[in-house]
């Protein structure tokens, strides 16, 4: 039997006990919010199923940037942006698209080709162009999704200085570190999700080790070029200009180049979602903890 005492706490409004129910309740909150954004829904894909036959018949994406991660996307999307193209796609810019997240890592990882080209219209529907992931991984459905687009093949000066470049813009969005550390942070499992298919596909596409590698950039480039009809595709490097990019496009603009700055916003985003994820286990612990008495009691 409970004492007097706690029996009395226990009916005023603002004892310990009901803050901390009140809290529990609170974080029960903010992991179901973590958990729907990483856990797919299969009511969307029974309405992708029995939707229309059109997937895209020339739709709205005009431009296609096909390079990998840390190929200079940011710059090309500021420089696309600045030529007129509307809602150009990248999940770098802005941060926290938690849905977009949801979505791509589900297409990287959806087998069904006429599925995963549905699931890529619902991501890409009033955009304009499309930078990276899942984009570029997903390149032979967007070629026939939208037959009309352009492909800009974003490439670095040499494969070294890109994988170079890769491993020094902080923790790896496909570790289980990040993964985990994170868990209860909304996209986190997501862009852990997405990452992880992103390189399943590639290495099963180009026969290599799941790893970012020298090798891995030049088998990307060279199954771009092998895909993309030439009068389709530009090979393109931040340190070309605008001259290539406005002849390939047709398109004029007398601004200097843009440069963007895709590590600054992973690196905050990383950051925040780590510091975050530590703060949100501390918290879950500290619940458990002060549960685990009550229950005691």
């Not at 039997?1 to 529990?24: A, C, D, G, Y």
């Not at 770098?92 to 069904?112: G, W």
């Not at 009309?148 to 491993?167: C, N």
Request: net charge positive.
């Amino acid at each position: 039997m409970q004492s007097p005492r706690i029996q009395m706490n226990m009916h005023k409004p603002n004892s310990w006990l009901t803050n901390e129910l009140s809290s529990l309740k609170t974080l029960a909150l903010v992991l179901r919010a973590g958990i729907s954004i990483a856990s797919p829904n299969p009511k969307v894909d029974e309405k992708l199923h029995v939707s229309s036959d059109g997937v895209h018949h020339g739709g709205t994406i005009k431009v296609i940037v096909a390079g990998l991660p840390r190929t200079g996307t940011m710059s090309i999307k500021k420089s696309l942006e600045e030529l007129g193209y509307k809602n150009c796609f990248h999940l770098a810019e802005p941060l926290c698209q938690f849905s977009n997240l949801r979505l791509s890592a589900d297409i990287v990882h959806t087998e069904n080709t006429t599925l995963r080209r549905r699931k890529l219209a619902t991501l890409l529907q009033g955009h304009e162009a499309t930078l990276e992931v899942p984009g570029s991984a997903c390149l032979p459905d967007l070629l026939e999704m939208y037959p009309d687009a352009k492909v800009i093949l974003s490439e670095r000066t040499s494969a070294a200085l890109w994988l170079q470049s890769w491993r020094g813009f902080g923790i790896d969005l496909r570790s289980d570190c990040f993964r985990w550390v994170g868990y209860w942070v909304p996209g986190v499992v997501s862009a852990n999700d997405l990452y992880r298919g992103w390189m399943r596909l590639a290495a099963q596409r180009y026969g290599l080790a799941p790893e970012p590698s020298e090798a891995l950039y030049h088998a990307h480039s060279e199954w771009v070029k092998s895909i993309v009809p030439k009068n389709r595709l530009l090979v393109f490097k931040c340190q070309d200009g605008w001259a290539p990019l406005q002849e390939f496009l047709g398109r004029q603009r007398p601004n200097p180049f843009p440069h963007g700055n895709e590590a600054g916003h992973l690196r905050y985003y990383k950051r925040v979602a780590m510091a975050l994820g530590v703060m949100l286990w501390l918290i879950v612990l500290a619940m458990l903890f002060v549960l685990s008495i009550v229950l005691q009691m």
